[in-house]
């Protein structure tokens, strides 16, 4: 029979620098000061034991402090608060996301305090289909746009914004170059805030817009060769179309 004090801390062999070795981390630190980011974080040896990691950054279009827990890339949550260079109030944000195999998901919220006092929430996610990506999410911002003052005219002084947007991207090696492309579409929609003579809210909806661009880029005979064209149609207008190449030969 097995002895049950064997490796443990009852275990006279076994001493506290063993059992440290068990609870094992690697404590990191780093900077970069021309991007005005600097991080530290604890990554346990032990898998069953989330990594921690916090960090800050103070850049020209901002400023931002956050904390970040979970296994790798597979499950991770992390929170913070962002605030813009010039904007009065702060955005508390918080983000969960998660990525199995070929799959990845994720979902995140974004409160900005103040007035207009605006929630966003995102939810989305990719999946790779060998050379293709397909992907997609919806964003959904609240706000409070109408001032106090004339708070009294509208039964529901609410306004709800919401996009969706899928995508189907690629690339390909085709010839000395790789070929890559794109098509999507985007569907955008708002929810007015209701007055007092209004019997329901009403809701507007944009036309939907599709888009699609392809590139090649390769070096033929030694050239830096690169094509494009590009094409966008919004529902019940004319549709843009654009095409171009560059070419460079190095010396």
């Known amino acids: ?52 990691q916090i960090g800050a950054s103070q850049k020209p279009e901002g400023r931002q402090a956050d904390v970040s827990v979970g296994y790798g890339d597979r499950l991770r949550f992390k929170t913070g608060t962002w605030k813009g260079a010039g904007d ?3 955005t508390d944000f918080e983000r969960i996301s998660g ?52 708070r009294e005219y509208f039964q529901d002084p609410t306004l709800g914004e919401r996009q969706r947007r899928i995508n189907l991207e690629g690339q390909y090696p085709v010839g000395s170059g790789i070929l890559s492309g794109r098509v999507g579409r985007e569907w955008r929609d ?3 805030p209701q007055t007092i003579w209004e019997e329901q809210r009403r809701q507007i909806d944009a036309p939907p817009q599709t888009s699609a661009e392809i590139l090649w880029r390769g070096q033929p005979g030694g050239v830096n060769l690169e094509a494009a ?22 010396f």
Do not use: C
């Open 190 to 192: 708002a929810t007015l």
């Open 229 to 250: 064209a590009r094409y966008r149609s919004t529902r019940g207008q004319d549709p843009s179309i654009g095409a171009g190449f560059t070419a460079r030969i190095p």
């Open 88 to 90: 009065p109030h702060s």
């Open 99 to 150: 990525q199995i195999g070929p799959g990845e998901a994720f979902w995140e919220r974004a409160q900005q305090g103040g007035f207009p006092n605006q929630q966003t929430d995102k939810f989305g996610g990719s999946l790779a289909l060998g050379p293709l990506r397909l992907s997609g999410e919806q964003q959904k911002a609240t706000s409070n746009p109408i001032p106090l003052a004339a």
């Open 1 to 52: 029979m097995a002895d049950s004090t064997t490796n443990t801390l009852a275990d006279p062999a076994f001493t506290v620098s063993d059992r440290l070795r068990l609870l094992a981390s690697t404590l990191y630190w780093g900077a970069r000061p021309g991007d005005g980011e600097v991080w530290s974080g604890i990554d346990p040896d032990v898998r069953s034991i989330p990594d921690v």
